[in-house]
């Protein structure tokens, strides 16, 4: 059974770090570009972040740029997102799910959506 269990989230101060991981099992991700995505209360999903499968080229939404940073480690088989200067606007379910790019969007694959971890910025 291939699952992607995302864990990190918490409960936060405006201004304070969290850093999320994404850990596979049954199949491995490596060969696939994989995205961090989230969605808010009463919104659709959102874009957040991508690295591409070598992990030598990323993504981000305009909304975290210089704020967010995400990796990977294929060896583990394991996304991370170090989450910095966070904002109340950032309180969301994070999921992640290997992603494809179509001109400048990125959409995760709805086939591997997990139970997401949530991260609450409190003001």
């Known amino acids: 059974q291939v699952q992607l269990v995302e864990s990190g989230g918490g409960l936060v101060q405006a201004g304070a770090s969290l850093r999320l991981s994404c850990a596979a099992s049954?199949?491995?991700?490596?060969?696939?570009?994989m995205g961090w995505f989230r969605q808010a209360p009463g919104k659709e999903r959102e874009f957040v972040a991508a690295v591409f499968w070598s992990g030598t080229s990323t993504d981000y939404a305009d909304s975290v740029k210089g704020r967010f940073t995400i990796s990977r480690d294929n060896a583990k088989n394991t996304v991370y997102l170090q989450m910095n200067s966070l904002k109340p606007e950032d309180t969301a379910v994070y999921y992640c799910?290997?992603?494809?790019?179509?001109?400048?969007?990125?959409?995760?694959?709805?086939?591997?959506w997990g139970q997401g971890t949530q991260v609450t910025v409190s003001s």
């Open positions: 049954g199949r491995t991700f490596s060969s696939n570009d």
């Open positions: 799910a290997p992603a494809d790019r179509y001109g400048s969007t990125w959409y995760g694959r709805r086939d591997y």
